[in-house]
C-alpha cells in the first residue's frame, strides 16, 4: 500500500510505508532541524486509495 | 511519543522557540522572496541547546549557496513559542535552483493599546524584516559592505527599523 504525506511547507511524498519515511525523516532533518521517529512520520501519513 | 500538530506549521515543528526564516535576494530589478522548501518562511526547531542563529546559519550555508548574510530581525509570541525572525540575504544566481517570488510590501501589523493584533501576517512580519535591513544598511558597516547597489536602493525606501518585539 502507498502513502501520501504533505508537509506544510509544501514538500509532499508518496509511497511504500519505508519509503515514505524515509523520505520524510530526510526532509525534516535536512529542512527543519527535527529528527523524526518512524511513528511520527507515519501518524502524518494517509493511505492512498486505489484507482 | 508524537507531538502535537500546530495548524500551519510544517509538519510537527515544536519547542518553546522557533526559528522562522526569510530568505530573500534581489535581482537587479527588485527584492524576491525564495527558500529551499519555496517562497515562504522557512520553519526551523530549535530544540537542542544550539544557539537560534548558529543553527541557522549552519541550515542556510548546507541547504544553499552564496549566502551573504544572517540576521536576527525579531521576535514575537505565537502559537505557544517564542518566534524568532531571521533574515538570510543570498545572492541572485540562486533564482533559477529555487522557486522566488517578488517581494510585496505590506503595512505592519498594529496593537491596539491593550491588545496584541488578531493576525500577524507572513507579509507583515517580513516587511518589518526588511526595515530591519535597512535600519543595519544604516548602522553596520559590514551589512552594508555586503549588500548590493541594488539592495541600497530597494532599502532606502523602507523605513528603518530596530529589532523589535513584533506585537
Known amino acids: 500500500m502507498n502513502y501520501k504525506l504533505a508537509c506544510d511547507c509544501g514538500w509532499e511524498t508518496e509511497g511504500p510505508e519505508a519509503e515514505l519515511v524515509e523520505a520524510t525523516q530526510e526532509h525534516g532533518r535536512k529542512l527543519h532541524n527535527m529528527e523524526l521517529t518512524f511513528q511520527e512520520a507515519m501518524a502524518m501519513a494517509k493511505p492512498v486509495e486505489d484507482e | ?167
Open chain 2, 1 to 167: 511519543m508524537v507531538a502535537e500538530r500546530v495548524p500551519g506549521l510544517p509538519i510537527d515543528v515544536v519547542g518553546p522557540v522557533r526559528a522562522e526564516v526569510f530568505v530573500v535576494t534581489h535581482d537587479g530589478v527588485q527584492a524576491r522572496l525564495t527558500g529551499p522548501d519555496g517562497p515562504h518562511a522557512w520553519h526551523i526547531e530549535t530544540a537542542n541547546a544550539e544557539h537560534p542563529l548558529d543553527l541557522v546559519r549552519a541550515m542556510a550555508t548546507s541547504t544553499m549557496s552564496d549566502v551573504l548574510l544572517v540576521h536576527s530581525t525579531s521576535w514575537r509570541w505565537d502559537r505557544q513559542a517564542v518566534v524568532l525572525t531571521f533574515l538570510v540575504v543570498v545572492e541572485p544566481s540562486i533564482i533559477g535552483p529555487m522557486r522566488s517570488t517578488p517581494i510585496v510590501r505590506s503595512d505592519l501589523a498594529r496593537s491596539t493599546a491593550h491588545e496584541a493584533p488578531a493576525d500577524i501576517g507572513s507579509n507583515q512580519i517580513l516587511e518589518h524584516a526588511l526595515r530591519h535591513l535597512a535600519w543595519l544598511a544604516k548602522e553596520d558597516p559590514v551589512v552594508a559592505e555586503t549588500l548590493s547597489e541594488a539592495w541600497i536602493t530597494e532599502l532606502s525606501t523602507y523605513v528603518p527599523s530596530p529589532f523589535r518585539q513584533i506585537e
